[in-house]
């Protein structure tokens, strides 16, 4: 599946816009530090998981270590269960771990790495960094509603259309399909640009 991903179709105009991204791991990986990169949407449910996932799965592909995503919303509801679907459609081994009102899955990219604990929370968890990191606003409510992320180092939007709208629509499987594709294509753009 990533071989396949063709990083010539991003603009001019959105590689713009994952430039301080790509600044933010280089100046990491020269200064020796751990990259800390936490998601963060409304309701940590659709776009922060995919980008959290593909983000981790490319630092694997490009062998680039002390790489630590994560994800967070401004509340949580639930992982909707169409971005677990739509990853292991893409060849991730996804299981559950628990069955609740916000269930927790386990997502795996390659074997012998642990698994990403996939669930929705607010950005301050405990699961996640408390400084040291980069906030990246995947959605735009996101980015507008918090100015201020506790603990971050930088703030970086990169808003992605939400496939939301096309639930229990017939191109809903099409559609998330194709955000997880345009967040997997940039995510790999922005690690094949890192200086390791």
Same mark, same amino acid.
């Given at each position: 599946?990533? +071989?396949?991903?063709?990083s010539?179709?991003?603009?001019? @105009?959105?590689?713009?816009?994952?430039?301080p991204l790509?600044?933010?791991?280089?100046? +990491?990986?020269?200064?020796?530090?751990? *990259?800390?990169?936490n998601?963060?949407?409304?309701?940590? $449910?659709?776009? $922060?998981?995919?980008s959290?996932?593909?983000?981790?799965?490319?630092?694997?592909?490009?062998?680039?270590?002390?790489?630590?995503?994560? %994800?967070?919303?401004?509340? %949580?509801?639930?992982l909707?269960?169409?971005?677990?679907?739509?990853?292991?459609n893409?060849g991730?081994?996804i299981?559950?771990? !628990?069955?609740t009102?916000?269930?927790?899955?386990?997502? +795996?990219? /390659?074997?012998?790495?642990?698994?990403? =604990?996939? &669930? !929705?929370?607010?950005?301050?968890d405990d699961?996640n960094?408390?400084s @040291?990191?980069?906030?990246?606003?995947?959605? !735009?409510?996101?980015?507008?509603?918090?100015?201020? *992320? /506790?603990?971050?180092?930088?703030? *970086?939007? =990169?808003? &992605?259309?939400?496939p939301?709208v &096309?639930?229990? !629509?017939?191109?809903?499987? /099409? +559609?998330?399909?194709?955000?997880?594709?345009?967040?997997?294509? @940039?995510? &790999?753009?922005?690690f094949s640009?890192i200086? %390791?």
């Amino acid at each position: 599946m990533i +071989k396949q991903l063709n990083s010539r179709t991003i603009t001019g @105009e959105r590689k713009a816009v994952l430039q301080p991204l790509t600044d933010f791991i280089n100046a +990491k990986l020269s200064a020796n530090q751990a *990259i800390r990169i936490n998601f963060i949407c409304t309701h940590n $449910s659709r776009r $922060s998981h995919l980008s959290q996932v593909w983000a981790q799965t490319m630092a694997y592909y490009f062998n680039i270590n002390n790489v630590y995503c994560y %994800s967070g919303g401004t509340e %949580s509801t639930a992982l909707f269960p169409m971005v677990a679907e739509t990853l292991q459609n893409s060849g991730f081994q996804i299981n559950t771990i !628990s069955e609740t009102d916000n269930p927790v899955y386990s997502i +795996k990219y /390659a074997h012998n790495e642990p698994p990403i =604990i996939g &669930f !929705s929370k607010k950005l301050d968890d405990d699961f996640n960094p408390k400084s @040291e990191f980069a906030a990246i606003m995947t959605c !735009s409510q996101a980015d507008g509603g918090c100015p201020f *992320i /506790a603990g971050a180092e930088k703030r *970086i939007p =990169i808003t &992605f259309e939400d496939p939301k709208v &096309f639930d229990n !629509s017939p191109q809903q499987v /099409a +559609k998330y399909q194709e955000r997880s594709l345009q967040i997997a294509t @940039e995510m &790999f753009y922005v690690f094949s640009k890192i200086n %390791s």
